[in-house]
């Protein structure tokens, strides 16, 4: 136990080391929360009468406290005849259990702002099981693997299979688990992950390492400007600021930081000239270093930053946002478009 529990906190540890650049946001209380209904079949564990097999279907909630740990409440009807011939009802049994929930994909595998399409889980917790028309009722205990598919462009929703073993813990005395009183379960369950404050459906992710590039570049500007002898201005005339517009066909283009998706000071003045009655497009491109897949994300990224920040913080209704990837002519820029 004591090499396992070892083992875990090196594995962490190796992972934080690696994404030491990258930061998630943190959630607000009932952001990265979900909702699903589940439905499948158990049968003994030890197998000695596996027809017909108990049904069961239930409703189940959780939150993400990070992209590695959830909690999640369960609750099931326990459905069919197999150990349960005395009991007429439909329903033969509930159980209600709460279960903690370790992403083993993001644990052992960056986490990039977006579930990937499949991810793997453990799924493990308590539960109390009371069965209807008698006084019985008995400590429970689950162990699982949630095999999830993500999908939908947001990942809104889930598909899990999860095979699970579920312990009648108090079954033949004490506290333990023995197979003789367990039930052998296959689900399926649907998920939908209610949208965050931050207006994505799961944790958002920024570059830290870029954020201190820009913090850095700054930095080095303000002490180029203190290393400059003032000069005296003797007269000043005060016009009025030239509007941020690229051309006439009402364009307004912001640059970026090399590898960076980091909005500038500079850029976001910009960004607030635009009206908040504009519709646009934004095109977001990368220089010409590195390789092709990198740039298509990091433009796409820096199309993303822009939509977010006119929606956000402008009122700028946003038609389209997409980024070009590598583009000599324009570089590290996005370029946003009024359509109206």
Not at 6 to 17: C, E, N, P, T
Not at 82 to 109: E, R, Y
Not at 149 to 178: E, M
Not at 207 to 221: C, F, K, T, Y
């Amino acid at each position: 136990m004591r090499k396992f529990i070892f083992s875990l906190v090196m594995a962490l540890m190796a992972i934080v080391s690696v994404n030491a650049q990258t930061a998630v946001q943190t959630s607000k209380l009932f952001d990265n929360t979900y909702i699903g209904v589940t439905a499948g079949a158990t049968t003994p564990l030890d197998f000695n009468s596996v027809f017909p097999v108990n049904t069961v279907a239930g409703l189940k909630f959780g939150k993400e406290f990070c992209p590695i740990l959830a909690i999640e409440a369960e609750g099931v009807a326990i459905l069919n005849d197999n150990h349960w011939t005395d009991i007429k009802t439909a329903v033969k049994g509930t159980n209600v259990g709460v279960n903690g929930i370790m992403n083993l994909s993001n644990l052992f595998g960056d986490y990039n702002g977006t579930p990937r399409t499949l991810e793997f889980k453990t799924n493990a917790g308590l539960g109390w099981m009371h069965v209807w028309n008698t006084s019985a009722n008995a400590m429970t205990a689950k162990t699982g693997l949630d095999l999830q598919f993500n999908f939908g462009k947001t990942k809104a929703h889930s598909f899990i299979v999860t095979p699970a073993v579920y312990w009648n813990l108090s079954k033949f005395g004490g506290i333990k688990f023995d197979k003789r009183g367990a039930q052998f379960g296959l689900t399926a369950t649907y998920l939908y992950h209610f949208k965050t404050s931050n207006g994505t459906r799961h944790f958002k992710t920024y570059d830290v390492g870029a954020m201190i590039n820009e913090i850095d570049r700054l930095n080095s500007v303000l002490a180029e400007c203190e290393k400059r002898e003032p000069k005296v201005i003797e007269k000043v005339i005060i016009k009025e600021a030239a509007p941020a517009v690229a051309n006439d066909e009402a364009k307004w283009i912001v640059t970026f930081a090399e590898n960076s998706s980091v909005l500038t000071p500079e850029a976001m003045y910009i960004l607030n000239q635009i009206g908040n009655d504009a519709i646009v497009d934004i095109v977001a491109t990368a220089s010409m270093t590195g390789s092709d897949e990198y740039n298509q994300k990091l433009s796409e990224k820096r199309a993303a930053v822009v939509s977010d920040y006119l929606t956000n913080n402008c009122g700028v209704r946003v038609n389209s946002a997409v980024g070009k990837g590598k583009n000599a002519e324009t570089g590290r820029v996005a370029i946003v478009t009024n359509t109206k």
